[in-house]
């Protein structure tokens, strides 16, 4: 029999470099294997080679792919992962897109806010870890 391990994984891909590291920074004491991509075209590469992942937050607004692409390439490749769609901008149009085809399962507004995405890292890893074990 073997013995179930959790998915502690987690993607956040974001074109801004300062933005990544706050954002390893923030999980850095959390129990999570954190990891970035800063060139969103790349997406279908690691999750292939690193994944998967039990949740990826990406930014929206990104040149060559932008966060919804992002999380539609996240849908396509490992279903069971959360997807989180983080913008500094409050287009409806893209986030009712990212919902019915990137399936993203929570919006968050940057700026962040520190302990509510830390809760929300470990609720999303948690919702994967259940989906896996059913």
Do not use: C
């Not at 830390?118 to 896996?132: D, G, P």
Request: charged letters at 20%; glycine letters at 4%.
């Amino acid at each position: 029999m073997n013995t179930y391990v959790p998915n502690r994984k987690v993607l956040y891909v974001d074109d801004e470099a300062h933005l990544l590291s706050s954002f390893v920074s923030l999980l850095r004491k959390e129990k999570v294997q954190t990891s970035v991509l800063h060139a969103s075209h790349q997406i279908e590469e690691v999750l292939k080679t690193q994944g998967p992942f039990a949740a990826v937050f990406s930014d929206q607004r990104m040149p060559v792919m932008d966060g919804v692409g992002v999380l539609e390439t996240v849908s396509r490749i490992h279903p069971n992962t959360v997807r989180i769609l983080m913008t500094g901008y409050s287009d409806y149009a893209d986030t009712v897109r990212a919902i019915n085809t990137g399936g993203i399962s929570h919006f968050i507004a940057k700026p962040w806010k520190d302990d509510e995405l830390r809760a929300l890292v470990q609720e999303s890893i948690s919702k994967y870890n259940l989906v896996q074990l059913n």
